[in-house]
């Protein structure tokens, strides 16, 4: 059995362990190109589409629910009221779209199922083998059920998600919250934990926690805006690299 340096890994769910990141694009896009074409309808304002490159990755990725609603209807000076948690889809809020969107994410799950990425299930596995404690970190809250659909949820010795967060009133990314949540559960010193993100809201959290290293996952080929960003290194895929690569970037890291 490997020895290692570091003794935590801690994981983000969409885009780095599961395909769902895809969903949430999609799910995202239908909920916002419907309200933005009622907006034309009732306010005569014209209708610009919701991009994946444009809208979703900027304002939304990786960011607790509602917050990405706020964060995608500020970009088009639109201000509606926050509303409640408990708003009905149909009601025009920040927290209606937001419940909006979730509708269709799991509309579209029911239909399509969880797809995961085999290269990084298989170094979960590896790491488990070797002693390593893993984390899940999400702003998702439906990060159980997904993990629960992927038949992974077992693997993980802590998980920290949207819904955790709102129960601990924990602060989304790109604060560092639910990644030193997840080391505080597993009683460890941040510096000694490795954290896995995709997304530029992700990495800028992992480099405001003071981590043992920050590994960014290009799913977009945004190797340099996951740099400039805070990752310490960069992949596309964990296809790419070894666990033995993992201890050699940690080692060379300092905090």
């Not at 983000?12 to 933005?36: C, E, N, P, R």
Request: contains cysteine.
């Amino acid at each position: 059995m490997t020895e290692f340096s570091f003794e935590a890994v801690i994981f983000d769910l969409d885009g780095v362990i599961t395909q769902t990141a895809k969903v949430h694009s999609l799910a995202w896009k239908k909920m916002f190109d419907d309200y933005l074409k009622l907006r034309e309808n009732k306010h005569n304002e014209p209708f610009k589409e919701f991009t994946h490159e444009h809208d979703y990755l900027p304002y939304v990725d990786g960011k607790p629910r509602y917050k990405g609603v706020e964060s995608f209807l500020d970009s088009r000076g639109i201000k509606i009221d926050f509303g409640e948690p408990s708003d009905s889809p149909n009601a025009e809020t920040i927290c209606g779209l937001g419940n909006r969107k979730d509708s269709n994410f799991n509309e579209i799950l029911d239909n399509d199922g969880v797809q995961v990425y085999e290269s990084t299930v298989k170094i979960i596995k590896i790491l488990k083998t070797n002693n390593i404690k893993l984390g899940v970190a999400s702003s998702s809250k439906n990060c159980k059920p997904v993990l629960e659909a992927a038949g992974l949820l077992e693997l993980f010795d802590t998980r920290v998600d949207g819904v955790v967060s709102v129960e601990l009133n924990l602060k989304g990314k790109p604060k560092p919250d639910i990644f030193t949540t997840a080391c505080d559960n597993l009683k460890l010193k941040y510096k000694k934990a490795i954290i896995v993100e995709d997304a530029v809201s992700g990495v800028q959290a992992g480099a405001a926690g003071g981590f043992g290293l920050v590994l960014g996952i290009a799913r977009e080929n945004n190797e340099e805006e996951l740099i400039l960003n805070g990752a310490d290194r960069v992949i596309r895929d964990f296809s790419e690299i070894t666990v033995d690569e993992l201890e050699k970037w940690f080692k060379l890291k300092k905090v």
